[in-house]
Each structure stands twice: as C-alpha cells, then as structure tokens.
C-alpha cells in the first residue's frame, strides 16, 4: 500500500507567527494543547518491513495510528475472495454486506462522545473531538485539524480544512460587502430618481402602459415608490466596488488555498498518492478482457474493450444531457407560471390610480409573482435534485471508473453540471433574459405566440434577482440543516429505543455504533457539493446581493460544528481514506471564478441601472440632449421612458380602462422615440449610447479584472518556499537514511565474505604451480 512511516523527527526550525505580538488572542482561538497535544512533525517515507530499523519506532503498538490500521484491514476485507461458482470468483467484505450475510462492516469509535474510555490505554480521541471540536462552545476556536486526519483519515481532514479556509476567507468577504450594503442604506434617502419616481408630481402623474394583455390596468409610477427605496440599497457604486472586489477575492482565495494544500499534503504524505492508489474492487471484479500495454508490452486485465468503453461513455453523456434538458424544460415551466399567473394577480390586487393602500405599495403584481415563483422553483429544484441523485450514481456505477479518486471525480461533473442548471437556471433568467426581449406596447413579444413576455418593474429586474438569491439561498441552507441535524437524531433515537425495549444490559461498543447512521460512501462528496452550490451563489451573483458572503459566513460557522456533530455523535466511524486534495471541486471553483468576472459586469450592465444614469448623468442631463446647466440626476426617470399613444394598441393588447380614465398617451420602460416622430416607436440615440457604454464597461471591467487574476496567480506561488525546503529534505533523508544504509549494508557483507574468501587465496598463492 505504500504507507509512509515516520523516519526521523523534524530538524527543521519552525517560523515565528506573524500575530506574535497577539499571542494572548491567537492562544484563545486555539484548540488547548494540555487536552489534545499537538502532533510530532516527522520525515516520512514508504514503509518496507526488510527497513524497519531504519524507521523512527518510538512503540511498536502505535507506530500505525487507527487510521491507518483501519485502512489495511479494510484493503484486505475488500479483496479477499471467499468463493467460487461456475468460475466465477466472489470475493470482498462489501459483497457479503450486499448480499445480507453480514449486516454491517465498520471501524469502531474508541469510546463513547460524551466520556472518555475507562480503560487507560485508551487516547478516547472521540470524546476529545466532540469536547473541543464538535460542542457549540468550541465555536469560536480553530479545529484540530491533525486529530480529524488521525481519527477519521485525510479524506475527511482535507474537507474540514477547506470548509475551515474557505470560511476564514468569508471574513474578509462579508466585511466588504456589509461596508457596501451600509453605503447603499445611509445614501438611499440621497437617491434622486427614487425621490423622482415617490414624487406626487412626478412619479404620481406619470401613467403606466398595461403590463399584460386586456386584464391589466394602466397603473402609476409611484406605485412602486417602495421598491425603488430597496433597490437604491442594492443598485449603488458599491455594488461596483463590492464586484470588482469580489473578482480579486476569489482569486486570492483559491491561490493561497493551493499553497495551504501543498502544505496539508506533505504534512499528511499524500504527495505521491496517485502513484499509490489501488483500483477499486468492483473494478478489478469486473476484468475480463486481456490487452497489451502500450509501454510495458505485457499482457493486464480490464473491464471492457476500447469500443465497450466508447458505448459506456456515450450512454452516460445521453443520460446526462437527457436530465439537463429536463431542468431547463422546467425552467420554461416555471417562466409560464410566472407570464400566466402575472394576469391573475393584476386582476386581484387591481391598483387604483391613487395608490393609497399600504397593501398594495408593497405587494404588487410583480412582487407577488415573483416570490410565488421563487418558491415554486425551490421545491421543483429540490424535488429533482432528490431523483437526480440515484440516477448519477447509477449512471457512473455502470461507467466503471478505475480507481476511487476517479470514481468521485466521474460522480463530481456529473452532479456539478446537474446542479448548475438546476440551481442557478432561475437566476440567470431573471438576470439576462427577464425584461430584455418585450418589445413595446403596439408590438408585445409573446412566448409559444401565446403568453406575453415579462417585463421588468421601472426599477429593473435588479431587486427581483435578490429576492431570488435570498429566498434559495435561505431556503437551502435550512432545509440542508433540518436533514443533517433532525434527521439522523430522530433515526438514532428510535433506534436506541428499540434497543432499549429489548434488553436492559449495556450493550457492547459495536451493537452501539450498528444503531448509528451509515455515512457511506458518498457522504462527504454532498457536503461538498452543498458548500460549492453556496459558493456558485457568494461569487456568480454577488453584485446584485452584497450581504451574499455574510449569510454564507453565517452558515458556514455553523456547517463546520453540525458536520462535527453528526460524524462525532450521530454516525458510524467512517473507514478512513486518503485524499491528497479536493479533487475535481478545484477545477470546478476555478471555472466559476472565472464565470463570476462575466455574470457579475453582465449584471452591473444589463440588470442594474447604474450604466443609463451614469449616460444620462454625463450626457444627457446637460445639452446638447439635455437642458441643465451642469451635470445632474434630476429628469432621469422622465428620460428613460418613453411615450406611447394608446389609439395604436392592437386589439389583442387592448383594455377597457383607457376610454374610462381619458387616457391618450402612457409610459413604458425603453428608449424609444416618441409617437409621431419620423421613426415612431424605433430606438433613439440615447439607446445606442447605453448599449455602446453598456459593452465597453464589461469590456474594461472583464479585462481589468482578468488581469489582476493573472497576475495575483502568477505572483503567489503554489507551493510556499518552507513547503518545499521540507520535501527536499525529507528527499535527501529517504536517500541517505535507505539507499545509503542499504549500500553500508552489503557493503559489510561483501567485507565479512571477503575476509572469510582470504584465508582460501593466500593459502592457494603458497602453494607450488605444479599443484
């Protein structure tokens, strides 16, 4: 297996902290080192029995920590084969346990969470996990990241240290980010165009075109007075600020998180892992075919043919595709709820041209359809993850991948690509499409040629698109803690009650922990993929949602010690595993951070109104458009919509309230030209001002963004200059300690052999040539 073993201790000299003159408030933080002592740091190399002397034995009974222990005993039990039937060879602990000839094969915990082991050779590492690890008063303090590896393997030890970085990172996130929010809140009450759209004599005599077909009415622009107060928050320069910050953040993160793996990954000696890793059992089960090595030209074993392979990878892409498309179809449902229902809701919350009800200043039709929707897209999103979820592990168990790092890695995309359409279908609608593609009063765009397209409230779809991410987000994080805490709690529970009722004897250690919860296989890799969807969230969107990292911080601080909870107290000991990173979740962050620059300028441009005010504040307020003196927001709402004559409504569009209010002309959203102008109803000049200002700015943005990624990866190396002096010392002692010894080795048994051969050469060189 490849274990590497303890060699010599550490002579290298540990750095100082950066924080030492902070040592009093660093010390608090830290886990207590009198309850759990800190690991020995040691050179390590693979072990081989004929070179036990060679390696540091300090006791022979705890040279192999559990961990691993567990680890060797596990690699046998999977593999060794225990019949055969008509050739056919049945071997490994997990086919025995399939099959029902033993209920269940697990590492035992070494005592029980709440007190430590009677027996006084017992380390109770357990109960030390939960004492200081997975108890809420621990909260506020660093993990003991050595003893998780030690007790659980780097597998689950790698997770929390991420899980633990990634938090600390948010820190810095949230902070910016409520600075921003906090900017926007104190200057709402400065905003001039929402002043303008409250306004009675401005917002409250600017009469509104009809949102929908026949059934809506025509409606006041100070109807949504509240709205565009909420939206000031969010649609500010910090949000600008907060997105450019955000591209540089996660940059950061992901590159100062290589240089922590490097570290984890020599100090766990999961360096060499891949040349280690053996195939899977169920792998080696199924080879039956006999190739030839390209390199080796000798003859191994595999599953299946190169074209067997080729039909195996195509059926699972056509099955994949096949689901992708059912989310987006779904999507589509869920935009005709929302083009439907919005008729609905203008009927039954009808608004009066005074706009006097306190009801109906804040829930409007669009508000009302766009939570309703929000909800309805929670529940389908969580309803088909559930399926999808049987159907890609089936789909992958019949791809047959080679070693178990590939297996996950193969399960990763799969359920990553599922659950990125999945999750973020909505809001990527909303952000890019919602509003965009209407056309204009005489000439409505209409979806399947039967429901008219949704248009976005006079503030833009900027604010729908938080209530969006707060409501999934929000949604998600509940309902994922109500599964992680309840569930297993309620399960164990009944268990320890049926156990209970049977017999009143204290059960042994192993009956206690068969009433506990499986974690299986993939139990980590939806931990995981919970915390990359949240990250997806943190970075994809974050510009129309600044308080974003905060409830993610918020979240995580408490993700850490429920996952700590439920492993300590709630599940089975896991066998421990090696890992030497996260695997595919790297790439897969890589390429949301690189989304993220793309989504977060496409949202400042096309969702916000922040590129049309600053047109308008730099342009159009002054002449030659504009008729102030000096550069101002004041006539910016007036500015930005435009006239329609309500005589040139099709009949398809028209309603019954215009002849009953004596309305001859209202206002719609868009930049267009006034009717009975030479090009009535086409896009005027500021148009082509905005989109040219609109394309430039995710131009510059994009690339300036680019370029400090760049450089920020190129300048911060992935592996620290202390990380690699370590291994190329634990390199020079592997030679010098091994081979060398190993050559001193023979070299003295060629020297005993030469002085027993001596004796036999001199005699023969006395004696005469004739004998």
């Known amino acids: 297996m490849h274990i590497k073993l303890p060699l010599k201790p550490n002579d290298l000299k540990t750095r100082s902290s950066a924080f030492g003159n902070f040592s009093w408030f660093t010390k608090v933080l830290q886990v207590d080192e009198s309850i759990i002592k800190p690991e020995q740091e040691f050179f390590t190399a693979p072990?081989?029995?004929?070179?036990?002397?060679?390696?540091?034995?300090?006791?022979?009974?705890?040279?192999?920590?559990?961990?691993?222990?567990?680890?060797?005993?596990?690699?046998?039990?999977?593999?060794?084969?225990y019949q055969v039937r008509d050739n056919v060879k049945k071997f490994g602990i997990n086919k025995l346990v399939s099959s029902g000839i033993y209920k269940a094969a697990f590492p035992l915990h070494d005592c029980n969470f709440s007190q430590r082991s009677e027996d006084p050779s017992c380390p109770s590492e357990r109960y030390l996990l939960y004492r200081?690890?997975?108890?809420?008063?621990?909260?506020?303090?660093?993990?003991p990241l050595d003893l998780i590896r030690k007790y659980y393997g780097e597998k689950i030890g790698i997770y929390f240290a991420?899980?633990?970085?990634?938090?600390?990172?948010l820190f810095l996130a949230a902070i910016v980010g409520v600075a921003c929010f906090l900017y926007g809140y104190v200057n709402q009450n400065n905003c001039t165009w929402s002043k303008e759209v409250c306004h009675p004599d401005i917002g409250g005599k600017i009469i509104m075109c009809p949102q929908c077909d026949k059934i809506c009415p025509f409606w006041k622009l100070n109807s949504t007075c509240e709205s565009s107060k909420k939206l000031c928050i969010f649609d500010s320069f910090g949000t600008l600020v907060f997105a450019v910050f955000m591209g540089v953040w996660v940059t950061l993160f992901l590159e100062f998180w290589k240089r922590r793996q490097a570290e984890l990954e020599y100090e766990w000696d999961t360096v060499e892992l891949q040349q280690e890793e053996q195939p899977r059992p169920e792998y080696e089960a199924q080879c039956t075919h006999v190739v030839i090595n390209e390199i080796t030209q000798e003859e191994e074993h595999v599953p299946f043919t190169t074209w067997g392979k080729c039909i195996r990878v195509t059926l699972c892409a056509s099955a994949v595709l096949f689901w992708i498309l059912l989310i987006?179809?779904?999507?589509?449902?869920?935009?005709?709820?929302?083009?439907?229902v919005l008729v609905v809701f203008s009927t039954k919350l009808s608004q009066t041209f005074n706009g006097t009800d306190p009801i109906q200043k804040y829930l409007t039709p669009q508000t009302a359809t766009s939570i309703t929707a929000s909800v309805i897209s929670f529940i389908i999103i969580m309803i088909l993850n559930t399926i999808y979820e049987k159907v890609a592990i089936m789909i992958t168990n019949f791809e047959l991948p080679r070693t178990q790092t590939d297996y996950e890695n193969s399960l990763t995309m799969k359920m990553f690509l599922f659950q990125f359409v999945n999750y973020y279908s909505s809001c990527f609608y909303i952000a890019f499409f919602k509003g965009k593609f209407v056309g204009y009063p005489g000439d409505p765009t209409y979806w399947l040629g039967k429901y008219r397209n949704e248009e976005c409230e006079p503030g833009g779809c900027l604010l729908e698109l938080t209530t969006q991410l707060t409501i999934i987000m929000g949604g998600k994080a509940i309902w994922n803690n109500i599964q992680e805490v309840l569930l297993p709690w309620i399960k164990n529970l009944i268990g320890?009650?049926?156990?209970?009722?049977?017999?009143?004897?204290?059960?042994p250690r192993?009956?206690?922990?068969?009433?506990?919860?499986?974690?299986?296989k993939l139990g980590l890799?939806?931990?995981?993929?919970?915390?990359?969807?949240?990250?997806?969230?943190?970075?994809?969107?974050?510009?129309?949602?600044?308080?974003?990292?905060?409830?993610?911080?918020?979240?995580?601080?408490?993700?850490?010690?429920?996952?700590?909870?439920?492993?300590?107290?709630?599940?089975?000991?896991?066998?421990?595993?090696?890992?030497?990173?996260?695997?595919?979740?790297?790439?897969?962050?890589?390429?949301?951070?690189?989304?993220?620059?793309?989504?977060?300028?496409?949202?400042?441009?096309?969702t916000s109104d922040m590129i049309p005010r600053l047109v308008y504040y730099w342009s159009f307020s002054v002449p030659p458009y504009g008729n102030h003196t000096?550069?101002?927001?004041?006539?910016?709402?007036?500015?930005?919509?435009?006239?329609?004559?309500?005589?040139?409504?099709?009949?398809?569009?028209?309603?019954?309230?215009?002849?009953?209010?004596?309305?001859?002309?209202?206002?719609y959203r868009d930049f267009r030209n006034p009717p009975g102008h030479p090009q009535e109803y086409k896009h005027n000049i500021y148009y082509w001002h905005v989109i040219t200002a609109k394309l430039a700015f995710i131009i510059v943005m994009e690339h300036v963004i680019y370029s400090v990624k760049f450089f920020i990866s190129y300048a911060i190396p992935d592996v620290s200059k202390r990380t690699k002096s370590k291994i190329k010392r634990e390199k020079y002692l592997t030679q010098k300690l091994l081979h060398e010894n190993h050559l001193k080795d023979m070299t003295k048994t060629m020297g005993v052999i030469a002085e027993r051969m001596g004796p036999v050469v001199t005699d023969n060189n006395l004696r005469p040539k004739s004998e």
């Open 132 to 143: 200081e690890w997975a108890h809420p008063r621990s909260i506020y303090k660093k993990q």
């Open 525 to 606: 890799f939806y931990e995981y993929l919970e915390m990359i969807i949240q990250f997806g969230f943190v970075t994809l969107f974050v510009a129309s949602f600044p308080l974003a990292p905060l409830l993610a911080l918020v979240n995580n601080i408490l993700e850490i010690r429920v996952d700590a909870w439920k492993m300590t107290t709630q599940y089975r000991r896991m066998v421990p595993e090696k890992a030497q990173d996260i695997g595919a979740w790297q790439p897969i962050m890589q390429g949301i951070a690189i989304l993220a620059v793309v989504t977060n300028a496409m949202i400042i441009a096309f």
């Open 496 to 507: 320890r009650y049926h156990t209970a009722s049977r017999t009143e004897k204290k059960s």
């Open 630 to 667: 000096q550069y101002t927001m004041e006539g910016y709402i007036n500015s930005t919509l435009s006239y329609f004559n309500v005589s040139d409504f099709k009949s398809r569009s028209r309603g019954s309230s215009a002849s009953d209010f004596d309305i001859r002309t209202c206002r």
């Open 47 to 81: 072990f081989e029995k004929n070179r036990m002397n060679d390696f540091y034995i300090h006791d022979r009974d705890t040279f192999f920590n559990p961990a691993t222990r567990s680890r060797i005993v596990y690699f046998i039990l999977s593999r060794i084969q």
């Open 510 to 520: 192993w009956e206690q922990d068969y009433h506990l919860q499986l974690m299986g």
């Open 162 to 169: 991420w899980l633990g970085y990634y938090t600390q990172m």
């Open 328 to 340: 987006i179809a779904s999507v589509i449902g869920i935009i005709v709820y929302r083009l439907s």
